[in-house]
């Protein structure tokens, strides 16, 4: 699993959801994910009062969840894959293991409706 180009990101005008404003492509071993230019992002769903210690947009954390959220809206993956995914790449990146899991825990599985 590798990035094949970085996209970069900017926050959008509903100070939630972030745009990409470059594009992005990501070898996730079974396939490529592309990352468009437009596409949005809330990063890890954190809720805004949670914000304090688990901002969304800061962190370690961003490019893998920028993968597990267009892996979520393209279902270009199973749920359990897309999870799977997120969780190699919290690792590759370092995050802490109290941060991952916070982070994973936080992520709104509602918005996916394909069975796991």
């Not at 590798?2 to 079974?30: H, M, S």
């Not at 949670?50 to 959220?69: C, E, K, N, Q, V």
């Not at 190699?88 to 394909?114: G, I, K, L």
Request: include cysteine.
């Amino acid at each position: 699993m590798k990035w094949v180009q970085v996209p970069a990101v900017e926050p959008g005008p509903d100070g939630r959801t972030w745009r990409i404003v470059r594009a992005g492509r990501y070898d996730c071993g079974l396939g490529l994910v592309d990352l468009p230019v437009g596409s949005t992002t809330d990063f890890t769903s954190v809720p805004r009062w949670a914000w304090g210690f688990a901002a969304p947009a800061s962190g370690r954390h961003r490019l893998a969840a920028l993968i597990h959220d267009r892996l979520y809206q393209t279902r270009q993956t199973p749920r359990a894959v897309a999870d799977a995914i997120f969780r190699a790449e919290m690792r590759c990146a370092r995050v802490p293991a109290w941060s991952s899991t916070n982070r994973r825990q936080a992520c709104n599985h509602r918005r996916y409706r394909q069975p796991a």
